[in-house]
């Protein structure tokens, strides 16, 4: 079968490659014909060598929908043909942290698929814990309206629930990028009474606009952000998700928030964040930061059948198989212009 297999040593670091089509090797094993797949920001980050634990001559990819091709024999929940949605996170639901719901932090899987272990951007895929890592999906769901549940939508609803929003409570959204899209639709279904979209991006603010995910949108180059929220809400933020990582978001983030408000972070960032403590004494914030524990696909495939969660528009280009080089090179340098793209299968 065909797979795009990354190399550190060559040059360029990706190709496309016969390998074996996967095999099962474990009884909690399911073997997925892949459907559909995206190009997550993760991937450029180990074909750009910052992911140490990304192991070299792997297939690449976590992010896809498929086909259950074959199961282990203790797959009972789902059988051959099942259309499934795949977690990025592989998890065995029994060790320490699976039993708190930290699945990111599950001891015996985590960040497997296209990281440690062959993942997505192939014909077929070797899926561990299948169990717990597949959600099947509903009938009036397509591949493409389920493509996003496993990674960045469910990153958004979990930087949304870490920032525990109430009735009333106006959120900011700090990143209209993908993630920071999903945080958005995720901030309004738990209840959120206002959310401000904040990027510098005027192209992705216009999108969300275009969406209705958010109530104000605001673009730092051309406005003053804390004067500006100063007009919406008297007392700051109540909750801040931080979903864009750049130099000066976290520092915006604190600022922004109001006494005893909560900074929920679902960045990743490339450099150290300061945390000025004695500047921000008195003000009493709740800071909480996390990889995905990806634990709400069930819930979020259901609000995605009942209409309640669209994430279509973000495919913006779609590309076949066999040149899923172009769409990396694409994904990679048309961030203006691209969100995600589609791999079709
Ligand atoms: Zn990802
Ligand atoms: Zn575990």
Not at 73 to 90: L, Q
Not at 100 to 122: D, E, F, M, P, V
Not at 309 to 317: A, E, K, R, V, W
Request: aromatic content about 8%; proline content about 3%.
């Amino acid at each position: 079968m065909k797979a795009l297999i990354y190399n550190k040593n060559s040059n360029p670091k990706i190709a496309l490659k016969e390998i074996s089509k996967p095999e099962l090797l474990l009884d909690n094993d399911a073997i997925i014909k892949v459907n559909l797949s995206s190009i997550c920001t993760s991937d450029l980050h180990i074909i750009e060598g910052f992911v140490p634990k990304a192991k070299n001559n792997i297939v690449l990819g976590h992010e896809f929908v498929g086909t259950v091709e074959k199961l282990g024999k203790n797959v009972k929940n789902f059988k051959i043909g099942d259309r499934v949605s795949v977690n990025c996170e592989t998890f065995c639901n029994e060790c320490f942290f699976c039993k708190k719901g930290y699945i990111n932090n599950c001891t015996n899987g985590g960040w497997l698929l296209g990281c440690s272990i062959n993942g997505c951007q192939a014909q077929y895929v070797r899926v561990p814990y299948a169990n717990n890592t597949l959600t099947k999906i509903n009938d009036n769901i397509s591949d493409k309206n389920a493509l996003f549940v496993g990674d960045i939508l469910s990153s958004g609803y979990f930087g949304a629930k870490m920032c525990e929003i109430e009735k009333n409570d106006t959120i900011a959204i700090i990143g209209s990028g993908p993630v920071g899209m999903c945080a958005m639709i995720s901030a309004k279904i738990l209840g959120a009474k206002e959310i401000i979209a904040i990027d510098i991006n005027q192209h992705r603010l216009d999108i969300a606009k275009n969406q209705n995910l958010a109530d104000f949108y605001l673009n730092p180059n051309d406005c003053n952000i804390e004067d500006e929220i100063k007009k919406i809400t008297k007392y700051g933020i109540d909750k801040v998700i931080e979903a864009a990582g750049a130099k000066d978001t976290f520092e915006l983030a604190w600022k922004i928030a109001r006494p005893n408000g909560i900074v929920g972070i679902v960045a990743m960032y490339e450099e150290n964040q300061i945390l000025p403590l004695p500047k921000m004494y008195g003000k009493n914030l709740t800071f909480k930061t996390g990889g995905v524990d990806a634990i709400y696909c069930r819930e979020l495939m259901d609000l995605i059948s009942k209409n309640k969660i669209n994430t279509d528009f973000l495919i913006t280009h779609s590309f076949k198989f066999e040149n899923i080089i172009e769409a990396y090179e694409f994904f990679k340098s048309n961030k203006d212009k691209c969100l995600k793209v589609a791999i079709e299968y």
